[in-house]
């Protein structure tokens, strides 16, 4: 059993929002380092955003600054992807990941080769 699952994709149009989930509930120890990821067909997988958990720290690829808002619930044990502005490029298969341990000049790297969970994703698309 995933011990990420992701939620809110959905198709929507050229200029229109989107809330992502990441229920990180399964775990029972805080991820220090939770990121989204996106993978378009015919793309490698890229890094979206990023957060530490012990500050909140958010960290955003230069794609989407601007446009999307990673935050996340403690309490919930939740990570959110508020996506605004979207366009078509924007349109992937939209992954949660983490990892246990990690320092934050590592989780702010965005690298996919950091994290050791994932979860299944949930397709976003966007279109004109």
């Known amino acids: 059993q995933a011990q990420l699952e992701e939620s809110g994709g959905a198709s929507v149009q050229d200029g229109g929002s989107l809330r992502l989930s990441c229920d990180a509930s399964g775990f029972g120890i805080p991820n220090r380092c939770v990121g989204w990821f996106r993978q378009a067909p015919g793309k490698a997988r890229e890094g979206v955003a990023s957060i530490f958990y012990d500050t909140s720290t958010p960290l955003y690829a230069d794609s989407v600054k601007g446009r999307f808002t990673i935050s996340q619930d403690k309490n919930k044990k939740a990570i959110y992807l508020q996506m605004d502005s979207l366009k078509p490029d924007d349109t992937a298969t939209y992954y949660c990941?983490?990892?246990?341990?990690?320092?934050?000049?590592?989780?702010?790297?965005?690298?996919?080769?950091?994290?050791?969970?994932w979860g299944h994703g949930t397709q976003v698309t966007v279109s004109s």
């Open positions: 990941a983490a990892v246990r341990s990690s320092t934050f000049p590592n989780c702010a790297r965005l690298a996919a080769d950091l994290m050791t969970f």
